[in-house]
């Protein structure tokens, strides 16, 4: 460990949505002085750390861990709508509050055994299209024809670790996957605020991400890509085609119950594999318009999210190795407090 690490410092400060003027005006520092700590350039004295540690709840410690941390990251779903509008403070608090479970899943791991990531991977030499990457990784799986259950157990049990979080009220954003190609599996962190239906799309997307652009920077034709393959994964064009022609917005209402994806999701599918027309499509967008199901579904079709296990079974077993929540509180650098925060 090294005496004062300022990037947990700054971790801190973003995790908890404050300015550095908030820190400094909170612990008796000019601006000047505290922003000299977090870059490095001024170590801080005892008397400081303790302040600092004081007003930012975060114990002593913390501040030396050492610990390269994750810029946003392989996907941000949906990143390229153009709705979409993710302030400085927000992205910053959401990256810091990731960059956290990732310290901590860092450590849990050591007292814990994970199997490596058993997926196929079609980037690099192996590229293949989005939907016959989806195909191939359903074969993987042993996926029967049709609707896929369960997604988020086959993705756990291929080694990826799947974290329900607190984005906040403003982000609008549904998934992202962060990756330390050094220590971690993948970490698909999705918003526990998006219904069940966009959640299961959301993974799937995501897990398109892994299989499809490890290791690559985000663009838009990432993301089309990634959106190909989650619709291939969820609603493949053999398997759903039948269903979806002469679709009616009642029918929709069903189909959803039966493939657990939205109604819209179904509809554009229905285009795309060219179940129905141009026209057609059109018209079906127009009624969901009318009846206000693009902004929300009725309520009547709404299923229940399918719910991760890996986080809580590392939790489970490095409380058994620990002994107490105390103890692993301890071990994780965080007050109790926020350990609710984390993994209520």
Same mark, same amino acid.
């Given at each position: 460990?090294?005496?004062?690490?300022?990037?947990?410092?700054?971790?801190?400060?973003?995790?908890?949505?404050?300015?550095?003027?908030? !820190?400094?005006?909170?612990?008796?520092? $000019?601006?000047?002085?505290?922003?000299?700590?977090?870059?490095?350039?001024?170590?801080? +004295?005892?008397? !400081?750390?303790?302040?600092?540690?004081?007003?930012? @709840?975060?114990?002593?410690?913390?501040?030396?861990?050492?610990?390269?941390?994750?810029?946003?990251?392989?996907?941000?779903?949906? /990143?390229?709508? @153009?709705?979409?509008?993710?302030?400085?403070?927000?992205?910053?608090?959401?990256?810091?509050?990731?960059?956290?479970?990732?310290?901590?899943?860092?450590?849990?791991?050591?007292?814990?055994?994970?199997?490596? /990531?058993?997926?196929?991977?079609?980037?690099?030499?192996?590229?293949?299209?989005?939907?016959?990457?989806?195909?191939?990784?359903?074969?993987? *799986?042993?996926?029967?024809?049709?609707?896929?259950?369960?997604?988020?157990?086959?993705?756990?049990?291929?080694?990826?670790?799947?974290?329900?979080?607190?984005?906040?009220?403003?982000?609008?954003?549904?998934?992202?996957?962060?990756?330390?190609?050094?220590?971690?599996?993948?970490?698909?962190?999705?918003?526990?605020? $998006?219904?069940?239906?966009?959640?299961?799309?959301?993974?799937?997307?995501?897990?398109?991400?892994?299989?499809?652009?490890?290791?690559?920077?985000? +663009?838009?034709?990432?993301?089309?890509?990634?959106?190909?393959?989650?619709?291939?994964?969820?609603?493949?064009?053999?398997?759903?085609?039948?269903?979806?022609?002469?679709? $009616?917005?009642?029918?929709?209402?069903?189909?959803? *119950?039966? *493939?657990?994806?939205?109604?819209?999701? /179904?509809?554009?599918?229905?285009?795309?594999?060219?179940?129905? +027309?141009?026209?057609?499509?059109?018209?079906? *967008?127009?009624?969901?318009?009318?009846?206000?199901?693009?902004?929300?579904?009725?309520?009547?079709?709404?299923?229940?999210?399918?719910?991760? !296990?890996?986080?809580?079974?590392?939790?489970?077993?490095?409380?058994?190795?620990?002994?107490?929540?105390?103890?692993?509180?301890?071990?994780?650098?965080?007050?109790?407090?926020?350990?609710?925060?984390?993994?209520?």
């Amino acid at each position: 460990m090294t005496t004062f690490n300022p990037d947990m410092l700054q971790l801190t400060r973003q995790y908890r949505h404050f300015t550095q003027k908030d !820190v400094a005006l909170g612990t008796s520092l $000019t601006q000047g002085f505290y922003s000299k700590i977090e870059k490095g350039e001024a170590v801080p +004295s005892v008397e !400081v750390v303790h302040k600092l540690s004081e007003f930012l @709840k975060v114990p002593e410690d913390f501040f030396k861990l050492e610990y390269q941390l994750q810029g946003m990251p392989m996907s941000l779903h949906p /990143l390229f709508r @153009k709705r979409l509008s993710l302030g400085k403070h927000d992205k910053e608090s959401m990256q810091a509050m990731m960059n956290l479970y990732l310290i901590h899943l860092d450590r849990m791991l050591q007292n814990t055994k994970h199997q490596s /990531l058993n997926l196929p991977v079609y980037f690099g030499e192996n590229v293949i299209t989005a939907e016959k990457a989806a195909n191939a990784v359903r074969e993987f *799986w042993g996926v029967p024809t049709g609707p896929l259950l369960g997604l988020t157990q086959l993705i756990e049990n291929s080694g990826c670790i799947v974290i329900m979080a607190d984005f906040g009220r403003s982000v609008k954003i549904d998934g992202v996957t962060m990756r330390n190609f050094e220590h971690l599996p993948p970490v698909i962190f999705l918003n526990k605020r $998006t219904p069940a239906d966009r959640l299961r799309f959301t993974l799937a997307h995501e897990i398109g991400h892994v299989v499809m652009h490890c290791g690559q920077h985000e +663009s838009e034709m990432a993301e089309e890509q990634a959106n190909i393959f989650a619709s291939e994964l969820l609603m493949p064009r053999a398997d759903i085609f039948h269903d979806l022609e002469k679709v $009616t917005i009642e029918r929709l209402a069903m189909l959803k *119950w039966k *493939w657990k994806v939205s109604m819209g999701a /179904l509809l554009m599918r229905a285009k795309r594999v060219e179940a129905i +027309s141009e026209e057609r499509s059109s018209y079906l *967008w127009r009624r969901m318009s009318t009846l206000g199901y693009r902004t929300q579904e009725p309520p009547e079709t709404a299923f229940a999210p399918e719910q991760p !296990v890996r986080l809580q079974e590392i939790l489970n077993e490095n409380l058994v190795k620990l002994g107490n929540k105390s103890e692993l509180c301890a071990y994780l650098h965080v007050h109790a407090e926020d350990y609710i925060n984390f993994y209520r």
